[in-house]
Each structure stands twice: as C-alpha cells, then as structure tokens.
C-alpha cells in the first residue's frame, strides 16, 4: 500500500489531467490551461448539484475493471452522510457555493490573462515564463482545495456523464465528447479519463480498507488486505473482487443497509418472454446473513441494487423466490464474484484466479480463504451463478439508488411483470 487518504493533499490540481510538477512552458499554454480549469469547475458544479438532488444513478462510471461494488458502497455510505440531515446538507450547499465563488475568480484572472496577452509583444517573463502549475495557480490565488468526497462525487459523475453505455451497462467512455465538451485534445481527454479513473480507483480501496477494520478480526480482513492491494493496468489500484464483495456485503449486514436484488428472468422457450422479480434484504440481526423484509414497510432512503439473470423453462415466479431463498441470496451474490476474475487486466493476470498466491503459504488465515474461494466458484459453476451456467442467478451490476425510485423504475419498465419476492410468499 501507498499513502493513506489522509496523506493526500486534495486541492483542484486532482481534477486536472497532470502532475503536480507539470510545467507551464508558455502564456498560450497557461491560458489554454486556465479555460480548462473553468470548464472543470463549471462540470463540478453541476456534478455537485445533482448529488444534493439524491440522483445516484448520474453516478454510475466506467473505470475499466470490475468493481462496480466499491463505487456504489462508497456512494450509498456519501449519501448517508451528506443527504439525509439538515446540517450536512447545509454543509454541501455551502460547498457548492464554494466552488460558484471559485469560479468567478477564475474568470477575473482570465479577463487580465487575455488583456495581458493581447498587449504583449515582446517576451514577458510573467507571461512566458516557464514555472509548474501548482506555482502558476498557486502565484494566482487558484489552489483550491476540496474534500476528497467531493473530488469522488465529481470524478465518478464524470465518467458516467461521458460514458458509453449498452443493455444499461457502462461499457467504454466516449472521448469525442469530452473533447467538445472542454475544448481539449483526445490525448488530453484521455489523460483526463485515466486521471479520474486512477482517483476512483485510489479512493474506493482506501475505503474498503478503511470498513474492512470494522469487521470481526477473526476474519482476517484487517491483515489480508494490504497485502491485497495492487497496482493493475493504467496505475488503477485495485482489490479483488470476491474478497472485496465479501468485505461490502458483511458490512451491509452488520449495518443494517438495505440491498435489493434484481432478477430479471429470461424464459428460454421464447426468447421475447421476460419478467422480474425483487428480493428486499437487510441484515439478521448478530448474524452474517439477511432477511427478506417488506419493501412498503421499510422507511428507508437508499439501497444498493445488484441486478442480474436467470435463464428458465417456464419456472414459477414463486417456486423460484423459494428457490433463491432456500440457496440462500448472500451465498448467490458471492458465489457470483467467486467465479468472476479476482484482478482484470494484462498486468495480474497471474493472479487472475487466485489473488492469494502473493501470502505464505503458511498464513493459515489466507489459506482458509482460499478454500472459501475455490468452493464458492465451483458452486457457481454447479448451481447456475456464472456466466457458464445462468440457471439460478448470473451477476450484470451493481450500483447505489433511492429504493423507492428504483422500486417504481421497475414496475414502470416490466408493467405486471414486476414482483416483489416478499409480496409472493406473503398475499
């Protein structure tokens, strides 16, 4: 592992597409430089201002490995803290204000950059002078800082505003319009693109890092972890993915925070046919386990949402809620994450199926979840959790939303097709 969060120094310089010691070689250079910061700024704004409204699905990234999970815990967790009290809320507006405030100061410097240049005629070693950017921004008063909350709100609305999506999945990024967007090169929005991929990446280990301690130290997490953590393709930091799962999930049910499972069911005798049904779960009580609960009772703001498939023949809406719970829906999601590749991308791809191999092979703890993984992924294989074989239930996404919202997009999309596993078995 590298620094901690509270090491990293957060100001505007993490929203820009450079390092620090980036130089400035010319007054071009810094102006052009100086129209990007205010296009950013302007984005985080309104990436701010939909946050505040609790629209969590305009935070939805593509980062180019397969994580989905970390995101939307981290989202649900900021939206819990900054959404749901009248003093916190009062606290983002004020930043939101911030950031207006910020704006106009860039527009002042600006102004008297483009007077400046338009009277110089001679080299002006104010102007042309070569010097670092976090000089040049910090000569003019433009250092900003921010909370790293808020450079991950702006980051994941970023990559998901310029994303490509297909089947409501974000797939690849779409560079072309994030060129016209800030006016910059696709070398430039590329940069930018792998810079805010990076942030996300960073900041969401952090975070599991950080939940992982709140758990039972008996499973081992607090340990295992670090040793974990690495670096993949594009200097992504990165976990993997069954331990990361395991580490949400227990949290979410030792926390009490509500996860609804999304199965649309595809029957295999007509290819047009398809329905859907939802499971409510939040955590048993001193158990490592959920209950299906009563999604019209339950006064709750946010959820995460795992969605995902089933192909059948003609299979019961009820006998397949009996079916899921009598498998039990904790052990489907992980055995879901279990057959997935642990780390994506060429450089781990030696640790593609066992993230362990990196521990002594006397680490007790390590050698226990190893087994757990080995398992868990051949019951995904035998049970229908995988790609393979999707007869029980095949993992597509997971994301952070308002559960009533979510709830109502369902039935509004499957109209008479959208059941509620607890409304089943309970008429």
């Known amino acids: 592992m590298q620094n901690k969060p509270f090491d990293m120094i957060c100001n505007i310089l993490f929203l820009l597409p450079y390092a620090e010691n980036a130089a400035l070689v010319n007054k071009h250079q810094k102006i052009d430089d100086l129209y990007l910061i205010r296009a950013i700024v302007d984005f985080s704004i309104r990436a701010l201002e939909l946050f505040i409204e609790g629209n969590l699905q305009a935070f939805d990234p593509q980062v180019g490995e397969n994580l989905c999970q970390i995101r939307a815990y981290k989202l649900f967790h900021l939206s819990k803290k900054w959404l749901c009290s009248a003093e916190t809320l009062t606290e983002f507006h004020h930043e939101i204000e911030r950031f207006k405030i910020y704006k106009l100061q860039i527009e002042d410097v600006i102004c008297g950059w483009e007077n400046a240049i338009k009277q110089a005629a001679v080299y002006n070693q104010q102007l042309d002078g070569v010097e670092k950017i976090s000089d040049f921004l910090s000569r003019h008063q433009l250092l900003f800082s921010l909370q790293q909350e808020f450079a991950f709100i702006i980051a994941c609305y970023f990559l998901t505003y310029f994303n490509i999506r297909k089947d409501d999945l974000p797939i690849a990024m779409n560079l072309e319009h994030i060129t016209r967007e800030f ?13 805010y991929q990076q942030l996300i990446c960073k900041l969401g280990c952090h975070f599991i890092l950080k939940i992982a301690e709140e758990l039972p130290a008996d499973l081992g997490y607090a340990e295992l972890l ?18 990361v799962s395991q580490i949400i999930f227990y949290h ?11 199965v649309q069911r595809i029957d295999q005798s007509s290819a047009f046919k398809s329905d859907l049904v939802y499971f409510l779960l939040v955590g048993k009580e001193e158990t490592i386990d959920y209950d299906l609960v009563n999604s019209n009772s339950q006064a709750l703001d946010y959820c995460m949402v795992v969605t995902g498939e089933i192909l059948h023949e003609q299979e019961s809406i009820e006998h397949y809620v009996r079916r899921i719970l009598a498998e039990n829906p904790l052990k489907i999601i992980l055995a879901n994450t279990a057959s997935h590749p642990q780390y994506s991308g060429k450089r781990l791809e030696a640790l593609r199926n066992n993230p362990f191999l990196l521990i002594s092979d006397s680490n007790e703890i390590a050698a226990q979840h190893t087994d757990n993984l080995i ?6 294989l035998e049970s229908g959790c995988s790609q393979q ?34 409304a089943m078995l309970n008429p």
């Open 389 to 422: 074989n999707r007869t029980l239930f095949f993992l597509r996404h997971i994301y952070a939303n308002k559960l009533k919202d979510e709830i109502k997009q369902l039935q509004l999309k499957y109209q008479g097709e959208a059941y509620d596993a607890y």
């Open 226 to 243: 670090p040793k974990l953590c690495l670096i993949s393709d594009e200097d992504r930091m990165v976990l993997p993915c069954y331990t």
């Open 252 to 262: 979410s049910i030792q926390k009490k925070i509500p996860v609804l499972l999304v």
């Open 183 to 195: 006016h910059i090169s696709k070398y430039r929005a590329n940069r930018l693109t792998h810079r």
């Open 375 to 380: 398992n868990l992924r051949r019951y995904a």
